[in-house]
């Protein structure tokens, strides 16, 4: 998955990142460092070219409990055991699992849409973040009644055929049970062109999950830089959540640098926790 120079790269970046997260308190997965701070966590696709295990050191030293895993770190494939060792080594290095995805269930197939479900459920995660269609979200709402895991709903932006944006979603959504709900992912919301702000004022107690990344450029997706050097209104989304209380998690969801992800990952995380600081006051 990873070639050795990309691996000791990350490994020399670790030291570096863990004495610069010393300087803030250490997070219980349980206890918000600060009530009312919005909660910061990783989407681990940001580790993409990385093992679960360096996964896992790359979270702990960015000082975060949250991880909501790709399928790079727990594979679809694996067997019930595989997929107990996966959730005992998330457990024993202390991250609480957030959730999952995003995990496509594009087949109007309840027998394929339940071994989703299954996978979900053995690793323990309560939630999903999904990519799916008008056909398939009702199926995905009968199943979910079954296994009380809450489906967020991803969207991809223009590319997106099903859902370019959260409100495209949240129009099939408003009778359904109160466990579907977005993902929004705010890189994929600005470039449809729809006011981020807005798209989660509207979610409302429908927005479950949160991807947070920084585009140079909010229409250009290959303009992603580190969060606050770009032009996403990270202050105004901040104020939104606190404003909505927010009960979730803002996973930072970071794609750019993938051999050596860590130093912009612990810079982003600095900036948000800055503007958590700062609401405060």
């Known amino acids: ?23 803030v308190p250490v997070l219980n997965a349980a206890v918000d460092p600060v009530p009312g701070d919005v909660r910061l966590g990783v989407a681990s696709y940001s580790f993409r070219e990385f093992s679960r295990s360096l996964a896992i050191k790359g979270t702990k030293a960015l000082n975060t409990p949250y991880l909501c895993i790709k399928e790079f770190h727990a594979l679809y494939r694996s067997t019930p055991e595989e997929l107990d060792k996966a959730k005992a080594d998330f457990q024993k290095a202390g991250l609480t699992l957030t959730g999952g995805g995003t995990v496509y269930m594009l087949k109007d197939d309840m027998a394929d849409i339940k071994t989703y479900f299954e996978y979900a459920k053995r690793l323990g995660m309560p939630m999903m973040n999904i990519g799916a269609t008008a056909k398939s979200l009702p199926m ?37 049970d109160p466990r579907m709900g977005v993902c929004i992912d705010v890189g994929h919301t600005t470039r449809t062109g729809k006011n981020v702000i807005e798209e989660i004022q509207a979610a409302g107690p429908r927005l479950l999950d949160m991807h947070i990344k920084d585009l140079r450029d909010l229409m250009n997706r290959d303009s992603q830089v580190d969060v606050g050097d770009g032009q996403m209104p990270i202050v105004g989304i901040f104020k939104q959540l606190k404003k909505m209380n927010y009960k979730g998690i803002v996973h930072l969801e970071y794609e750019i640098n993938a051999d050596n992800p860590l130093p912009g990952m612990q810079k982003s995380f600095a900036y948000m926790r800055g503007v958590n600081a700062a609401l405060r006051a």
Do not use: C, W
């Open 140 to 176: 995905i709402e009968k199943t979910l009644k079954d296994y009380d895991i809450q489906i967020a709903v991803h969207n991809h932006g223009p590319e997106d055929k099903h859902f370019p944006a959260p409100s495209d979603a949240l129009k099939l959504m408003k009778d359904m």
């Open 1 to 23: 998955m990873f070639s050795e120079s990309s691996r000791r790269s990350f490994l020399q970046g670790v030291p570096a990142a863990m004495a610069a997260a010393s300087a």
